[in-house]
Structure formats: C-alpha cells, structure tokens
C-alpha cells in the first residue's frame, strides 16, 4: 500500500517555465489536497476536491491550477512560474472526518 | 479570529522534562481532532487522533474539551528525538455541503535539549 505519491521530490523551473506536479493516492480517499510551505511557516491550502470532478479553490490559488478527473489523481498545475512560487508542496488525502495522509513533498525553486 | 490556535513556541526543553501543548478551535461544527507532527523539509505525520474521552499512547496523552473548544497535548519524558513540530489539525463539517474541511493550526517548535 502505497498511500500518497508525489513526483517529483525536486524540481528547478526558470521563470515563466510551466510544470505540472503529480499527486496519487491508492487508499480510494474521497478527499485531496495541495498546500505549500515556505520555509518556517504554516501549510497554505493551495486547492482541494472533495472527489472526482469536483475541485475548489484554497486560500492561495493564484497561479495554480488543478483537475480531478479520477478518485486517485490530483495533478497541479503551474502556469507561468515566478519566484514566489518558491516553496515546498504537498499533496494530501483523506477519507470524510479521519485523518489525512500526506505524501513525501516537491520542494521547487523558480530562478 | 483564526479557526485553530496553538502556543506560538518555540519550546526548549531539556530531556526528560513534561511539555504541554495547546490548541483551542473557534468551529463548534469541528468533528475530529488530531495531533500532527512534522520534522525539519519533511511531511507532516500523524501523532495520535484526539477524542472527547482523552487518550494516551506511551508517552503521549491527548485531551478534548468540546465545551472549551480546546485540545491539548501532553509529552511525558520527552526524548532528543521528540524535537519536531508539532500541529493541531481540525476537521470541520460544513453541513449542507457534506464537505469535511481540515483545518491546520500553525504548529508549535518543540527542541528538545541534552
């Protein structure tokens, strides 16, 4: 069992490159995440969906873009990448009120 | 007033010494409670899961209070390898939208000192 996979752990975008980061969970989690922190601070809720199909924006959605099309993917999308873009992401999931999972992250720098 | 609250730390404590953690929460719809833990470039991970009857896993014990809408958590012995971050997290139902919403508390820095 797997649990939550993100690829890939590293990544160097210069800026105005595009990338997409991977998520995939094989737990049949309803629930997904993606956060990003930066050095010494909280997690920031970037976008979420509550299961296929459906997805809805976090508190720090600018510049970011996701899809949901099956229960075990949950792709995000950067267009455009700029500096402040810097930062550590994680992807989650969760399964209605337990506890979340959360994969081994992709720390990203924008040059 | 943020949703979920904890001591903004950091704690410096030497080994062997009891530390408490705290966390109060401003949703009364919050249906489940749990302690995260999170070391340095690393992901968060889960510590133990939070219930109204308090529970305790070696030496860690964790308290509900739904009508103080606060959480605590309590190390017993702490050990250099304690040193972490430690988060509150909250799971709120929005009722209406069948919808779950975690919610995070900023963390509190624990270092435990030799």
């Known amino acids: 069992n797997a649990g939550v996979t993100q690829t890939p752990k590293f990544r160097i975008l210069k800026i105005g490159q595009s990338m997409t980061l991977q998520c995939t969970q094989d737990?049949?989690?309803?629930?997904m995440y993606w956060y990003r922190q930066d050095p010494g601070m909280g997690l920031k809720l970037i976008y979420y969906s509550v299961g296929a199909g459906i997805t809805d924006k976090g508190e720090v959605p600018n510049g970011y873009n996701v899809s949901r099309s099956t229960t075990e993917d949950f792709p995000l999308r950067l267009e455009l990448a700029a500096p402040s873009q810097t930062s550590v992401y994680f992807c989650a999931s969760k399964y209605m009120n337990t506890e979340a999972f959360f994969g081994q992250g992709t720390r990203l720098t924008v040059v | 007033r943020k949703e979920v609250e904890q001591d903004p730390g950091p704690f410096n404590v030497p080994e062997g010494a009891t530390v408490a953690f705290n966390c109060t929460y401003s949703n009364s719809a919050s249906q489940s409670f749990f302690w995260y833990r999170q070391d340095c470039r690393k992901e968060p991970k889960l510590l133990m899961s939070v219930y109204s009857s308090g529970n305790e896993d070696g030496r860690f014990t964790a308290q509900l209070n739904r009508a103080s809408q606060y959480i605590s958590l309590l190390i017993r012995d702490s050990k250099l390898s304690d040193s972490a971050t430690y988060l509150c997290v909250v799971n709120i139902t929005f009722t209406g939208a069948g919808s779950y919403q975690l919610t995070f508390g900023k963390g509190t820095k624990l270092s435990v000192i030799p």
């Open positions: 737990m049949n989690h309803n629930y």
